[in-house]
């Protein structure tokens, strides 16, 4: 077997130390070079003899003087250490910054990204859909009503009506699949955020929630403000049109917010939807938890829907409850399929009295159902006046 000049140099010098130590068990063999440590200036550490200048940080790569060992297992100064494990922070790149009581970083509950705590309050941008902060080198874009979008939820930002009518139809088939199907056909409404606020403010049911509100079930004739149809992709200065929507059912339309993904927009209204579809089939004086919470079971399961690929789509049609995603293509497939999960991490984690617990309440009650919504639906409703009677 040939050897190569380094595997014979460290050969001979293994060979060496073994044949000095065989010679005189006491010598001091450094453990940097291999070589005798022959002034007795010797530094011991990570359990074994240095000479004082083979012993570098790796951090600062400057010797370690005993009295600046660290009591990590690998070559720091004490004050190296301090600085090596501190983490760099997402946004700036920078080391985040040590105090007196320590070092303080926030951490995304689910991008787990770690970044320094002042970067919440410097005017730093943050995705309205994916809540990510806008990292050094990366490009964000701000809506016409002042809204944040990153690059990945950019590319597959609704912006116009036109482009939400296919996923209307996938979310009144992924109803139909159910056996929910949604009988009447109603307007579907892309606003931005001030419309949407100004819609949430005269439906008083909407607005106690205490939460950023992207979608509403209209009940009543109303005139909106909503971005034209047609093909867009202007950002800054879109112009809005205004338009009277006359009840022709027990819902007058649906409103959604503008320039969201298409995960996050099929979400919402997978959840409006189920709104209508309880207006529709008479489900009146329902639990607001209860209903907030069946809602988000909808838009749960939807966005399951999503996670089942192309290539396996035939076979889940005939066996799921849920229709075949095909709609994921390209680059942009690895971002939304971590954004579908983020979607449903939202939601299973969410800690807000009304979408949070009532998602987790409907959810049992529809386990408990072995998964039969329309069982589930005329418990909810039987829990509903049970409610209402006790609070006479």
């Given at each position: 077997m040939e050897i190569s000049g380094s595997e014979e140099e460290g050969h001979i010098i293994r060979q060496r130390r073994e044949d000095d130590e065989d010679v005189n068990p006491h010598l001091c063999i450094c453990d940097g070079c291999n070589y005798e440590i022959k002034d007795g200036l010797s530094v011991k550490a990570f359990g074994a003899f240095w000479h004082s200048q083979c012993l570098l940080c790796v951090h600062c790569h400057k010797p370690i003087a005993m009295n600046e060992v660290s009591n990590s297992k690998r070559k720091f100064h004490r004050h190296c250490y301090k600085e090596h494990r501190r983490p760099n922070c997402y946004v700036c790149t920078k080391k985040i910054p040590s105090t007196k009581?320590?070092?303080?970083?926030?951490?995304?509950?689910?991008?787990?990204?770690?970044?320094?705590?002042?970067?919440?309050?410097?005017?730093?941008?943050?995705?309205?859909?994916?809540?990510?902060?806008?990292?050094?080198?990366?490009?964000?874009?701000?809506?016409?009503?002042?809204?944040?979008?990153?690059?990945?939820?950019?590319?597959?930002?609704?912006?116009?009506?036109?482009?939400?009518?296919?996923?209307?139809?996938?979310?009144?088939?992924?109803?139909?699949?159910?056996?929910?199907?949604?009988?009447?056909?109603?307007?579907?409404?892309?606003?931005?955020?001030?419309?949407?606020?100004k819609a949430e403010k005269e439906n008083v049911s909407e607005c106690q929630y205490g939460v950023v509100t992207r979608g509403i079930c209209l009940s009543e004739e109303k005139i909106v403000t909503r971005i034209p149809r047609g093909p867009t992709k202007q950002i800054i200065g879109m112009t809005r049109e205004s338009q009277r929507f006359v009840r022709e059912c027990n819902v007058t339309a649906i409103m959604i917010l503008y320039g969201l993904p298409r995960l996050l927009t099929g979400y919402i209204l997978a959840h409006e939807m189920m709104h209508a579809y309880l207006r529709l089939k008479g489900y009146r004086k329902l639990n607001t938890v209860l209903e907030e919470g069946v809602c988000q079971v909808l838009g749960h399961m939807w966005l399951e829907s999503q996670r089942c690929s192309t290539s396996n789509a035939a076979s889940s049609a005939s066996s799921s409850r849920t229709p075949p995603r095909t709609w994921l293509k390209g680059d942009q497939c690895d971002f939304e399929k971590k954004l579908v999960e983020f979607c449903i991490n939202q939601i299973e984690t969410d800690e807000s009295p009304v979408y949070g617990d009532g998602f987790k309440k409907v959810n049992e009650m529809l386990v408990s159902n072995h998964y039969n919504l329309k069982h589930t639906l005329k418990d909810i409703a039987i829990a509903s006046k049970t409610l209402q009677d006790s609070n006479f």
């Open positions: 009581e320590g070092i303080k970083y926030h951490k995304h509950p689910y991008w787990e990204e770690t970044y320094c705590p002042s970067h919440d309050d410097d005017g730093t941008a943050k995705c309205f859909s994916c809540e990510q902060l806008q990292a050094r080198g990366t490009e964000y874009v701000m809506l016409a009503d002042n809204r944040w979008l990153c690059v990945e939820c950019k590319e597959s930002a609704v912006m116009d009506i036109d482009e939400c009518q296919s996923l209307h139809f996938e979310i009144r088939e992924f109803f139909k699949g159910l056996n929910m199907k949604v009988e009447k056909e109603f307007p579907l409404i892309l606003v931005d955020q001030q419309a949407l606020n």
